[in-house]
């Protein structure tokens, strides 16, 4: 049976109990109904994890009681910077989900031409808070030490002038060239564009700015469709899926 996983940030090698933050309280005790004397891991999300046992439950709150620091590695080799041109709803929580799974380090929200998801004012705020949620789901599920780094949401023009990773790549179906073509790298940036994908001139400054484009066959996919094949291919070439 797999031990359940969650993220605690709070988490210490000096101590032998914590008292698990709120979310942890919640999902463990009031969702998944786990008793003293269970066992469960914790991570920081900086590389810190240990096997825990469940010692107290009370009303509020739970305290655990650190069993065994685990050194699990199962982190990429690689340095991938997921630039992902921001879509609406599930679409933008599921490409950052598989993403998270996939290995990447970091993951930069990108306004585009063809974004419909409004972000003024406190509302960019709302949404990375609610990504970085996504993102701790996915390493608790896929069991990952470390949490990638979320970026701010960033201007597509800012986000390419800034981008100063070894390989850039651009999403591109008109591309004549594919993955294969791209020589072997360990830094990569891969900005992919939302529903309705970038635009020509997109595209083209993208291309100005050092990326290459590249496509992903025949068909047309869908953008969290695209993101999480564009990161399997780039891992089974280069990373640790082959």
């Known amino acids: 049976m ?19 933050p709120d979310t942890v309280f919640r999902h463990a005790v009031q969702v998944l109904r786990m008793k003293p004397g269970e066992a469960l891991a914790l991570f920081d999300g900086r590389g810190l994890e240990y096997l825990a046992q ?34 609406r709803g599930e679409r933008m929580d599921y490409a950052i989900q598989k993403a998270v799974e996939l290995g990447v380090k970091r993951l930069m929200p ?7 998801v409004q972000l003024a004012g406190d509302r ?4 990375l808070n609610h990504w970085r949620g996504v993102m701790v789901s996915a390493c608790e599920q896929s069991g990952r030490r470390f949490l990638p780094e979320l970026l701010p949401v960033t201007l597509l023009d ?22 294969s073509s791209v020589k072997k790298a360990t830094q990569i940036a891969l900005l992919i564009g939302p ?7 997109e595209i083209q400054r993208a291309q100005v700015a050092g990326f290459v484009g590249v496509n992903l066959g025949p068909r047309i996919l869908r953008t969290e469709t695209a993101s999480a094949a564009a990161l399997a291919i780039v891992q089974s070439h280069w990373g640790d899926l082959r």
């Open 124 to 127: 960019a705020e709302k949404r």
């Open 195 to 201: 529903e309705g994908g970038l635009s020509d001139a």
């Open 158 to 179: 800012e986000a390419l002038l800034n981008c100063t990773d070894d390989c850039k790549l651009v999403l591109a179906p008109e591309a004549e060239r594919g993955f």
């Open 2 to 20: 797999r031990i359940p996983r969650f993220y605690c940030p709070t988490l210490s090698a000096s101590s032998t109990h914590i008292t698990v």
């Open 54 to 87: 469940l010692e107290q439950v009370d009303k509020r709150q739970a305290v655990v009681s650190l069993q065994q620091q685990l050194q699990t590695d199962n982190e990429s080799p690689l340095d991938i910077l997921l630039m992902q041109g921001i879509s």
């Open 110 to 116: 990108v306004i585009t031409e063809r974004c419909n």
